[in-house]
């Protein structure tokens, strides 16, 4: 088995057997050294992967899948949303294996775009922990399993320009219609993460690994 993504990785800093694992995915136009950023702040002890989208728009922007626009309208790739959604499942275990990671431990971070693939994976996959930042839940992308224990975290700057807060409040209605429990925060931010932020998730994430 071999995988189809390029990926930037970080080993536990003790060689760990059965670490922890924490997926990264980076959002519509980014790549794969954005959220990576973030793996100085994560624990020591997981190994952290960071993944590159499959779609160049160009050099050094990536997208999950495409995004349209006609006039005032978006659209997106539906078919190759899900796609890559099942990609991502059933890649995951090829990064399990050769790391010697926990396959019950296993965290996804996506932002933006890949929040909302995050969503979507997290309720078709054995995914402990989702943290979605500044995205919203896609319901012709996922399918909502009531026996799902994927614990979540989700946040949305109030002054998002790309994908409006009010995206988020549309996402919480749909989470509670279908009974799935959330942690939910607000910003003064825009479409990114601030050091508020940041620490709050990571403050969430500390004792879920």
């Known amino acids: 088995m071999n995988t189809s993504f390029f990926y930037l990785i970080k080993k536990p800093e003790n060689n760990t057997k059965k670490s922890p694992i924490v997926f990264l995915l980076h959002g519509f136009g980014s790549n794969e050294e954005d959220l990576f950023s973030f793996s100085p702040y994560l624990n020591n002890d997981v190994t952290i992967i960071s993944l590159r989208a499959p779609i160049m728009l160009y050099p050094n922007s990536y997208a999950w899948y495409n995004i349209y626009y006609s006039g005032s309208v978006k659209s997106y790739d539906k078919e190759a949303a899900k796609l890559i959604k099942n990609q991502f499942i059933s890649e995951m275990n090829y990064f399990i294996k050769k790391y010697d990671c926990d396959p019950n431990r296993i965290t996804l971070i996506g932002f933006s ?97």
Do not use: C
């Open 113 to 209: 775009q890949g929040a909302i693939l995050g969503h979507a994976i997290a309720q078709s996959s054995n995914i402990k922990n989702l943290i979605a930042l500044s995205g919203y839940v896609d319901d012709e992308l996922i399918n909502f399993d009531n026996t799902n224990k994927t614990s979540i975290y989700i946040s949305h700057g109030n002054e998002d320009e790309v994908i409006p807060f009010k995206e988020s409040i549309e996402t919480n209605k749909i989470l509670n219609q279908n009974n799935i429990e959330y942690e939910f925060n607000s910003f003064e931010q825009g479409h990114g993460v601030n050091s508020e932020n940041l620490k709050s998730f990571l403050e969430w994430l500390k004792e879920r690994y």
